[in-house]
Nanobody, 122 residues
């Protein structure tokens, strides 16, 4: 079993930056693929990006590519970050991290955090 807790959300002006954290407890987090998702107000949840177990390769949705970056904390293997820059009002959403064992390229992750809110006023 893996428990995930996101933090770091808040209110940031357009063009600003924010770093979200996803901290896991339970099993060896480094052996997991971690996904980030978001749910804008009144909309469906959408995929943001993922970092897979093998080689820490990362993949991003087109809407955030070159603005967002996912990385594992090399000093704390139970922590994954979502670095967000060039934030836009359309990035306003609740952000969730999710985990699945091994290399995982699907969207139906087994473990989910409770989410953290990011607000970018227009």
């Amino acid at each position: 079993q893996v428990q995930l807790v996101e933090s770091g959300g808040g209110l940031v002006q357009a063009g600003g930056s924010l770093r979200l954290s996803c901290v896991a407890s339970g099993r060896a987090f480094s052996r997991y693929t971690i996904g980030w998702f978001r749910q804008p107000p009144g909309k469906e949840r959408e995929f943001v990006g993922r970092i897979i177990w093998t080689g820490d390769r990362t993949y991003y949705a087109d809407s955030v590519k070159y603005r967002f970056a996912i990385a594992r904390d090399i000093n704390a293997q139970n922590t994954v970050y979502l670095h967000m820059s060039g934030l836009k009002p359309d990035d306003t959403a609740s952000y969730y991290c999710a985990a699945n064992e091994g290399d995982y390229f699907g969207y139906d992750f087994n473990y989910w955090g409770q989410g953290t809110q990011v607000t970018v006023p227009s």
